[in-house]
């Protein structure tokens, strides 16, 4: 299979961890930006990037790159692809742009032109055209054109990889999937725990305040290797002519044999909230990983932290409380935060606590010195996740 370059997306500040992802795929980073990495490999390394990955959002293939002042230099120059061999003329196709372009003021004339261009010519060569719209549960293309310089890409993932289809029930502001995983693997949680092993590394991952359990959910597939793609039945990928279903159960056969169908350590998820508990468990269900984490309904100082005490490394406590934009509400959050640092100090000793929040001035309330302060963004939010070592005799554990 031919090789090009693979420009793989990620929400801002993910792309150190993406990073990470695809060298351990085996491919080259070539280069790496805020939002995205880029590598190089064959269709088939496109559909083993979107099974594998759990901090990408798109994998794109790029088709061609040519050079366009203006709408017409990018007709003319999309019209000479063969799109015939890779879209079914009785396929459906969704065209998606970023353009900076100064003869282009709104991008969905890019876009729209784009799309002409491409149904003009499979009408051309097979006498008739797929049809088009916004649903990108198909075939998917991606134009950037930035300055002059246009590149095209097929978009193999086609909906982003942050869709794992686990989450049906949402809750209330539910982070990304693909942060989620972002920020257990900043934790170093790796789900190794063997307690018989004194090397063992994060056996427990502890998840007070969960919501609709998406850390939970992702430290549980992460433990256990298990590949987000499995998850999912639809990739853009699947759209394309020609589309080896051989090579992509090949594929999912490998996934399934490197996943693990246990380990030693306990995932604990828990919310003062019942309705948040049940849609947690119920996306526990859909994601086929519910037996893994222990659910239950109580204040977050009230979930059980095994084998706090004496000792290093019992594993990972991480919570994403509220960091409330809307006023009123901040001196109750206040508190909220001062009890997290209490918590931490009183019942969580030998662990690594983690608090993931969007406000400042309230992680200043937690009252203990994080070790890091690890930077993310949430939509636009800048974030971090703060870091407190909680051992018996370190610094920030007194
Ligand atoms: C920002 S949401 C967490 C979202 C979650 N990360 C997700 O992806 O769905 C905060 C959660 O904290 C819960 N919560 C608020 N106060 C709590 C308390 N005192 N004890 C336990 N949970 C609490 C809320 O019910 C809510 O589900």
Redesign the pocket.
Known sequence: MKKSAILITCPKGLAPYLKDEVAGLGLPVIEESVSGVQTEGSLGDAMRLNLFLRTGHRVLLLLEDFRSEDAEGLYSGLVKINWEDYIPEDGYLCVTAHVENPSISDSRFANLRCKDAIVDRIRDKRGRRPDSGPLRDRTVVFLYWKGSRCSIYLDTSGEPLSKRGYRKI??????QETL?AALVMASGFEGSGNFLNPHFRNPHFIN????????AIEAALLALKKAPGLLRSNFGFMHLKGFDRGLWEGLRTEAKKASEKTFKGRIIA????PE?VSASKQNAKTAGIERLIEFAV????DTPVPDAGEGENKGVIML???YGMRMGRIKELEE?YKGIGDFFKHKCMGYSGYIFTGNPELAKKVGLRAKRRIPFFNSNIECRLLEYELYLGSRSGK
């Open positions: 949402p809750g209330e502001a539910p982070m989620a007070p305040m969960c919501g609709s359990g998406t850390l828990t919310d003062i909230n948040a109580c204040d977050y100082q994403n409380p509220e909220t």
